[in-house]
């Protein structure tokens, strides 16, 4: 469905540029950023060994911080723009659960990789000083890292939610430009397991709650 859509906003935005001189304030903005983030989610494991008896259940509430890229796309006029956007790989810190010294109990590690961190949004120019707000459509795909005792492994997790931000922009000579801006994310509930029962049970991990914030500063260029 992402693909379908990025398809869609791509031809949206040839279109657009084709026609921009017949439409007249119509234009093209690409943009490069640097983001610092915040992620804070409730995560839930649950472990059975080979015979299939409860061994683990690890319930915590974590957060981190990382930095990535990102580039976006928008087409639209001096009011309204709609606009995507796409991030660099990310990655959570490592969770441990067992004794990691102990080889008759080894320790179960699970971490996960975000890729394709991407906004479908709206932008909505506020006429005060260059400032604007944004809403849209977030999803970000979860690789899921896990080394474990018995072996279990997960799926990878498509997360979906919605982000809402307000930023600034100032333009520059030549038709580059600045902007700075402030991003608040939530992001719906995720579940994945390994797909095996094991006396009524399945292995599995949950990710609830999760929320971010994120703030950039991007060099833009309008055509």
């Known amino acids: 469905m992402k693909k379908v859509l990025l398809i869609i906003f791509a031809g949206m935005f040839s279109i657009s540029q084709a026609s921009a001189d017949i439409l007249g304030d119509a234009r093209i903005t690409l943009g490069l ?8 989610a409730q995560g839930q494991e649950r472990n059975h060994d080979e015979s ?3 061994r683990t259940t690890v319930e915590e509430y974590g957060a981190f911080n990382e ?8 087409a639209g006029n001096d009011q309204v723009s709609l606009g995507v956007s796409i991030a660099s790989k990310f990655n959570t810190p490592e969770n441990i659960s067992g004794d990691e010294r102990t080889l008759s109990n080894a320790a179960n590690r699970v971490s996960a990789e975000f890729e394709n961190f991407m906004n479908i949004y709206g932008l909505f120019r506020i006429p005060l000083g260059g400032l604007y707000a944004k809403v849209g459509y977030a999803s970000v795909d979860a690789v899921i890292r896990n080394t474990s005792r ?3 492994t997960y799926p990878d997790a498509d997360i979906e939610g919605y982000t809402v931000a307000f930023g600034w922009d100032q333009e520059l000579a030549n038709g580059f430009g600045i902007r700075a801006e402030i991003q608040g994310h939530e992001f719906d ?6 797909g095996v029962a094991a006396t009524g ?3 599995y991990i949950k990710i609830s709650d999760m929320i971010g914030a994120t703030g950039t500063i991007s060099v833009t260029k309008t055509f």
């Open 52 to 54: 299939g008896t409860l």
């Open 67 to 74: 930095e990535f890229a990102s580039m976006f796309i928008e």
């Open 201 to 203: 049970n399945i292995n």
């Open 150 to 152: 018995s072996g279990v």
């Open 189 to 194: 509930d995720v579940e994945v397991n390994n």
């Open 33 to 40: 950023g640097y983001s610092e983030a915040v992620f804070a």
